[in-house]
């Protein structure tokens, strides 16, 4: 059974950084690839980042390549995901999900999400 909690949302100004985390319980990390997804209000879920079981080269959707970063540490069961440089178009609930990348569609594709942290951009 997968479970997964996030926190480290909040409000930040244009320009900023948050980093948000993820605990998991009731299974271990490197089993699973494991990554992030966000929906916008009003708008559809979208993939941010995904990182493989086995720490391979991560994924992150080109919106935010180049700002955000996900590491994950598997002794201590958990995945983070620092966000700089954080716009008004960031804002979203993000959640922690497993994942994995799809060549075929060119996109991480995900599963199992938590609750939800809510991040807001906005001076």
């Known amino acids: 059974q997968v479970q997964l909690v996030e926190s480290g949302g909040g409000l930040v100004q244009p320009g900023g950084s948050l980093r948000l985390s993820c605990a998991a319980s009731?299974?271990?990390?490197?089993?699973?690839?494991i990554g992030w997804l966000r929906q916008p209000p009003g708008k559809g879920r979208e993939g941010v980042s995904c990182?493989?079981?086995?720490?391979?080269?991560?994924y992150y959707a080109d919106s935010v390549k180049g700002r955000f970063t996900i590491t994950r540490n598997n002794s201590k069961n958990t995945v983070a995901l620092q966000m700089n440089s954080l716009t008004p178009e960031d804002t979203a609930v993000y959640y922690c999900?497993?994942?994995?990348?799809?060549?075929?569609?060119?996109?991480?594709?995900?599963?199992?999400w938590g609750q939800g942290t809510q991040v807001t951009v906005s001076s």
């Open positions: 999900a497993t994942c994995e990348y799809s060549e075929i569609f060119g996109r991480a594709l995900y599963a199992n």
């Open positions: 009731r299974f271990t990390l490197d089993t699973y690839g």
């Open positions: 990182i493989s079981k086995d720490d391979g080269e991560p």
